[in-house]
T-cell receptor, first 116, second 108 residues
């Protein structure tokens, strides 16, 4: 398996522009997580989906952030409009959750976002 | 106060030394995860445990649920172990809360 795939790996944009980050989870995994990592705050959960349904979006910082999971193999995280304080590394992770409670999460390589 | 505290924040060691990284948490959890973040940025899951001890190669993770404390040990440390080690606790089904990480450097 190719693991969790994220694109782009690097994104540089100007303040006010729309940014779309993409994630393909591992095939067969039914949970998908979006995280943000900054020097100041470390890793934070933004939102997670189970069976394509958003379960907890309490970590989404504000209305400028939105996430979708239209099917089991694809998710997007959109920032519109972007601001310099959104600069961070955004990780996507997936796991297979269920009654066995083996919830190891597999992380993608991350997207490094820089908003100028 | 953070819900997950790690210590130390930074750690340097000579090759071959025994390493211990500590994690304390203040919330009810269903499991605790240890993650490793390589200098290049990639994150790998090392352990997920809810009781007792787990061992994988030179890595050992322990957890004491009553004391809300976990430790990650590295025996016979090697420069390739240099990385940031992150403790995360699982609350509310799959939701993870992360510690700030311990930056480990092992010198030859």
């Amino acid at each position: 398996d190719a693991g969790v795939i994220q694109s782009p790996r690097h994104e540089v944009t100007e303040m006010g522009q729309e940014v779309t980050l993409r994630c393909k989870p591992i095939s067969g995994h039914n949970s998908l997580f979006w995280y943000r990592q900054t020097m100041m705050r470390g890793l934070e959960l933004l939102i997670y989906f189970n069976n394509n349904v958003p379960i907890d979006d309490s970590g989404m910082p504000e209305d400028r952030f939105s996430a979708k999971m239209p099917n089991a193999s694809f998710s997007t995280l959109k920032i519109q409009p972007s601001e310099p304080r959104d600069s961070a590394v955004y990780f996507c992770a997936s796991s297979r959750t269920g009654t066995t409670k083996n919830n190891e999460q597999f992380f993608g390589p991350g997207t490094r976002l820089t908003v100028l | 106060k953070n819900e997950v505290e790690q210590s130390p924040q930074n750690l340097t060691a000579q090759e071959g030394e025994f390493i211990t990284i500590n994690c304390s948490y203040s919330v009810g959890i269903s499991a605790l995860h240890w993650l490793q973040q390589h200098p290049g940025g990639g994150i790998v899951s090392l352990f997920m445990l809810s009781s007792g001890k787990k061992k994988h190669g030179r890595l050992i993770a322990t957890i004491n649920i009553q004391e809300k404390h976990s430790s990650l040990h590295i025996t016979a440390s090697h420069p390739r172990d240099s990385a940031v080690y992150i403790c995360a606790v699982e609350v509310d089904a799959d939701k993870l809360i992360f510690g700030t990480g311990t930056r480990l450097q092992v010198f030859p």
